[in-house]
């Protein structure tokens, strides 16, 4: 990996704010790609950097060692083939400690696959922590853990030592959450903490000394269960409502080990940031919006306490409530510095004189730096998640806010292609649909859309998360009702303000969203002159039946609290019963091997359209799953979707639609 210094990275920002208002056509290969970079961990003397480098393909994720003062990599490391690295942890000087990870389709990142290893700097000391490693049928292997361990916590006053959550897999539906003390470089464990669990297993917040103080999970009706240790000697209690009225969700703990800055949420509301004196179970109100959840809690260096906290749920923003603090004033700067920006510490070096950074924005994939404090703040890059897009001229995502036909107001993005308005609409709804939100940011969809002509419209839904417990559970058993709403008039709100042409919508989205772009016509006809379901769910009931086979039994209660029970209420919300509503062209996407929403769903709906004499454009693909994995897939349905689009809503076109 090359470093870059940030004169010359800020020449090349300048050359891109230079550039002519007419975007150029970038090749649909361009957004396909997986980033070049997944993660970048600043070793505790500041010496070095871990980086998790995928191969081009995409098939592998390989840990890279880097001298930081040169630049040069000591080492590229495989953990086996077809493996990827995640969740890349210094766990001391010479130890890197990282989770094995698979690659799921429409996620930017792999996903955790609950086993654990670790590695020095040279490679030549690897060793596998957790994992269920099957005989080969000549020697009984080690490492038969049955469950998902995730890396909690470095203990620094014990060096090469960490916490590390297990959840077994195979002990029943009653199974404890036990939390180990792990010799990172050899594999030693010894049992620090185990937890009865609600519903779920339970997540733990930690003191400075390691020592669990806060226990999140879940009851059977879906409610918070937390429990929390008052001093480090206490036993587990319930924790009382004079510090959280409904749920605590993380937060970070002072140096004395007994004050707690914690997003906390009394109603169900969205959450707020409370000094907690755990001992006294008092707390004092820091900051927070009334509308909005505190994102994340900004900290001065390794140890220190907070200074501000970010919003994303809305407008992307920074509140500081300590400006006399010195990195308090260091973010400021770095805020002015790469302006449109946002900005976030991740990591420090032990001495707090090296701290490693990130920046991104709608246009900006990201990009990693360090800054060197002992240096004059000197600033180096140190990476670049999708550095093709430099000096490529991207849309701006601009927040929008409105109030949907029950009077509550509701947050979401409008991007808008080159040129003026009002603009050719797709819109975009997010999956999910619970606990899921469209956030600012670069979004390779939005800019391919963008990039080819069209404005997005994306809106975060009641149901979204981002805005409280309540806005969330309001949606339950909404799928085809008010979520559909509030989506709907989102639509009229960027047509009113004359952002988008009314005779040129269409939908597109994806899981739900699938869903949600094949209902839309259904409950607004005349509304849009187009729809494209990719891996959508389109009939409930089948949905419904199909939890039995694919969740846990916590799992299929959540689904009968938040999909509904009544199989005649699904069926009347299901698209594919209600084809000869969808008086619109439809283009169908799914993969062969998804495994969440079944090729089953692709099927009932291609029958259904096929049985009314209105087939779909079909792109199916084999060897996907839920969304596509494989960039050349992606950039195909990429190229599909904009002929698609071009001929029902593009310049000139002429809908087939027969309102």
């Not at 409530?321 to 032990?350: C, E, I």
């Not at 699904?570 to 998804?594: Q, T, W």
Request: hydrophobic share 35%.
């Amino acid at each position: 990996m090359q470093l870059k210094s940030l004169a010359r990275w800020t020449c090349a920002m300048l050359a891109v704010a230079a550039a002519p208002a007419i975007a150029q056509q970038i090749p649909a290969t361009d957004f396909a790609k997986y980033a070049e970079l997944d993660e970048v961990a600043l070793s505790p003397t500041g010496e070095y950097l871990a980086t998790a480098v995928p191969t081009p393909d995409g098939k592998e994720t390989n840990l890279q060692i880097i001298k930081l003062a040169d630049g040069s990599v000591l080492k590229v490391l495989r953990f086996g083939v077809g493996s990827h690295v995640r969740d890349v942890t210094w766990t001391n000087d010479d130890t890197i400690t990282v989770a094995r990870a698979k690659r799921f389709p429409m996620v930017e990142e792999p996903a955790h696959m609950g086993q654990l290893m670790s590695t020095n700097l040279d490679g030549s000391a690897q060793k596998t922590l957790f994992a269920y490693v099957e005989d080969d049928g000549t020697k009984r292997e080690r490492n038969k853990d049955k469950g998902f361990a995730f890396l909690e916590e470095v203990l620094d006053k014990e060096p090469g030592k960490a916490l590390v959550r297990y959840y077994c897999w195979d002990c029943g539906e009653k199974a404890d959450t036990v939390v180990y003390k792990v010799d990172t470089a050899t594999g030693a464990r010894q049992e620090a903490e185990r937890i009865e669990d609600g519903d779920v297993n339970s997540s733990l917040v930690y003191d400075n000394d390691g020592i669990g103080r806060i226990a999140y999970s879940v009851e059977r009706d879906g409610t918070p269960k937390i429990t929390y240790r008052p001093t480090q000697k206490s036993e587990w209690l319930p924790l009382p409502k004079t510090i959280a009225g409904y749920e605590i969700v993380g937060g970070v703990f002072a140096e004395d080990n007994n004050t707690f800055y914690g997003r906390v949420s009394d109603k169900r509301e969205a959450t707020q940031l409370y000094k907690i004196d755990l001992a006294a179970g008092t707390r004092t109100k820091v900051v927070g919006s009334d509308d909005v959840e505190v994102g994340t809690i900004l900290v001065a260096g390794r140890k220190g306490l907070p200074f501000g906290v970010t919003y994303t749920a809305h407008k992307p923003s920074v509140q500081y409530f300590d400006n006399t603090s010195a990195w308090a004033q260091l973010h400021a700067a770095l805020m002015k510095k790469f302006p449109g920006q946002m900005v976030y510490f991740l990591q420090f070096s032990r001495d707090d004189q090296k701290a490693l950074f990130w920046t991104s924005s709608d246009r900006v994939p990201g990009n990693y730096y360090v800054l060197d404090r002992a240096n004059g703040n000197k600033i180096m890059q140190v990476g670049a998640r999708k550095p093709w897009f430099d000096g490529k001229t991207l849309a701006g995502m601009k927040p929008i806010e409105f109030r949907n036909r029950d009077g509550k107001t509701l947050y979401g993005f409008f991007t808008a292609p080159a040129g003026p308005g009002p603009h050719p609409l797709v819109v975009m709804p997010h999956g999910g649909p619970f606990s899921v939100n469209d956030a600012w940011g670069f979004d390779a969809d939005v800019q391919f859309l963008a990039n080819r002509g069209y404005a997005v419209l994306q809106v975060n839904y009641r149901g979204s998360s981002g805005r409280g417990d309540a806005f969330v559970t309001e949606a339950y058993k909404q799928w085809g009702g008010l979520i559909q709403d509030d989506i709907a008039d989102g639509v009229k709100y960027v047509i009113d303000q004359k952002l988008a042409d009314p005779q040129r919508v269409c939908m597109f989205g994806a899981s739900f969203g699938g869903y949600s772009a094949l209902m839309q016509p259904i409950r607004n006809p005349g509304m849009y002159k187009c729809a494209v379901g990719y891996v959508g769910v389109y009939d409930l009931p089948m949905l419904s039946r199909n939890k039995d086979i694919d969740l846990s039994e916590a799992g299929e209660r959540w689904f009968d609290r938040s999909l509904g029970t009544d199989m005649d209420a699904l069926a009347k919300d299901s698209p594919v019963n209600r084809a000869k509503e969808i008086k619109v062209p439809v283009m169908l996407v799914h993969g062969k091997s998804d495994s969440n929403v079944r090729l089953g769903q692709f099927k009932a709906m291609e029958g259904a359209l096929k049985e009314i004499g209105q087939p779909a454009e079909i792109f199916l693909a084999p060897g996907e799953g839920h969304g596509f994995a494989n960039p050349d897939n992606i950039a195909e349905l990429y190229r599909r979707l904009e002929t698609f689009l071009d001929k029902y809503i593009g310049p000139g076109s002429q809908t087939a639609a027969t309102q």
